[in-house]
């Protein structure tokens, strides 16, 4: 079955601190891979999406992600958080544009 | 930018009573969805829409779910008897043209929907 593990359910951190949030996803073949955002009271908005070609891929606010087919995984990065960037972040994949799929979510507090 | 709107924002109902929420995809999007995300909880698949019938759906999507594309325009979740564990926060969300479909979904605000 296809499925997306997010290893952090809830990660703090303080400003400046570097962030890395990890996430396997589970499917033999080829994958478009994304990672959602969601702030306090809004809807989830894209942060990055992979779907071929350099594996690190950059999205908005200073995110990055890096996708390693060896190892299934799509972690995220960001060098230096700040409080804006307080939110819940998800993990998703999807496989010849069908269903997207989704971790269970990463809860991130950035302490001013 | 375009946008996906879900309407209403916030529904109370008492159990049993039959919901409907609605959604206006992106105008020139061809996939749609509902998803739900009971409250701290991960965001759950539910359905998928193209060409006017359901592409897939979840275990989920039980006999009392249904959706339907009644225009043009909007894309709507019916739920004919709601039930306690059928509150949650429902987003619509649409993906796909003509020329490029990746999967990426545009995600609507959400409807939250509370069984009294």
Redesign the interface.
């Known amino acids: 079955a296809q499925s997306v593990s997010q290893h952090n359910h809830h990660v703090i951190l303080s400003e400046a601190a570097s962030l890395e949030l990890g996430c396997n996803y589970s499917y033999g073949g080829t994958v ?1 891979l ?1 990672w ?1 955002v969601q702030y306090p009271g ?5 942060l990055l ?1 992979y ?1 071929s070609g350099d594996p690190l891929v950059k999205g908005i606010k200073g995110f990055e992600a890096e996708f390693i087919k060896s190892k299934f995984s799509f972690n995220l990065r960001k060098p230096s958080v700040q409080w804006s960037d307080t939110a819940e972040y ?1 993990c ?1 994949f ?1 496989t010849n ?9 990463t809860t991130l507090t950035v302490k001013p | 930018e375009p946008e996906v709107t879900q309407t209403p924002s916030h529904q109370v109902t008492q159990m049993g009573q039959e919901v409907i929420l609605r959604c206006v995809p992106i105008s020139n999007h061809l ?1 749609f ?1 509902w ?1 739900r995300q009971i409250l701290g ?5 539910l359905v ?1 829409f193209y060409n006017n019938e359901i ?2 759906k979840s275990e989920i999507f039980d006999d009392q779910f249904s959706v339907e594309r009644p225009d043009g325009s909007n894309f709507t979740l019916k739920i004919r008897s709601t039930k306690l564990e059928d509150s949650a926060m429902y ?1 619509c969300a649409s ?2 043209t003509s020329t490029s ?10 409807s939250r929907l509370t069984v009294l």
């Open positions: 478009n994304f959602y809004q809807h989830l908005q894209l999406k779907f998800f998703a999807n544009a069908g269903k997207s799929t989704f971790g269970d979510g | 996939y969805y998803y909880q991960k965001v759950e698949f998928s592409s897939e987003f993906s796909g479909n990746t999967g990426e979904l545009f995600f609507g605000e959400g």
